[in-house]
């Protein structure tokens, strides 16, 4: 069966704390995703990486950074967390292509907090 | 660039009541289309998809059809239960833009009383 994991369901963070988000999925995808989910903005892509070592920027890369060692985890990481964001992050992944034809596999995300 | 446009939510419905949500997009290219599904406190998931004109995704009763005369690709499903309560997102994704992203919508939320 198909899964992506995320390491915390529920996160709480201070201002200018370094947050660290993990995904892994045990499907052999080449393509990882990152987005955050906020009420009436719906998914917005923040980076995806295609290959190992490998990432673009989203939509709105900006406060975030990405890395990707090993294929079968993608990182997330906030280097100095604001309260801005504050929201669902959720981490997808796919098996390879351009996408067209490809379903995205969704993890249960990780709702942060940041006071 | 790439966009979709759902309806505002959110939808209340009684049960065995007849859904649309609705879903139009905008493409440069010959995109795929996707409805996905998200249940309270999960993750989405895929519903359906349609990957030319006039082709049909159906899944769990639900269906829609890939309309490129009307950009459209509105979800339906004859006879709503109340474990369909839940927040759903059309999507595409667009070959010709040359990039591995999904455009999604806002999400409608469907909620189904007994």
């Known amino acids: 069966d198909v899964k992506v994991t995320q390491s915390s369901r529920y996160l709480v963070k201070r201002t200018g704390e370094k947050v660290f988000l993990e995904c892994v999925q045990d499907m052999d995808h080449e393509n990882m995703f990152w987005y955050r989910q906020d009420p009436g903005l719906g998914l917005r892509l923040i980076y995806f990486s295609y290959d190992v070592k490998m990432k673009e920027k989203g939509d709105i890369p900006e406060g975030y950074s990405v890395s990707r060692e090993k294929k079968e985890r993608f990182s997330l990481i906030l280097e100095s967390a604001s309260t801005n964001q504050t929201s669902m992050y959720l981490c997808?992944?796919?098996?390879f292509g351009q996408g067209a034809l490809e379903t995205q596999y969704f993890g249960p995300g990780t709702r942060l907090l940041v006071l | 660039g790439d966009s979709v446009t759902q309806m505002e939510g959110p939808v209340t419905l009684s049960e065995e009541a007849f859904l649309t949500i609705n879903c139009t997009y905008t493409?440069?290219?010959?995109?795929?289309l996707f409805w996905y599904v998200q249940y309270p406190g999960e993750g989405l998931q895929l519903l359906l998809k349609a990957t030319k004109a006039d082709d049909k995704g159906s899944n769990k009763g639900f269906e829609a059809t890939y309309r490129k005369e009307t950009t459209s690709f509105h979800l339906e499903k004859g006879s709503v239960q109340v474990s369909d309560s839940a927040v759903y997102f059309c999507a595409l994704s667009d070959p010709g833009s040359g990039t591995y992203k999904y455009i999604f919508g806002t999400g409608t939320r469907l909620k189904v009383l007994a």
């Open positions: 493409a440069t290219g010959y995109p795929s």
């Open positions: 997808a992944s796919s098996l």
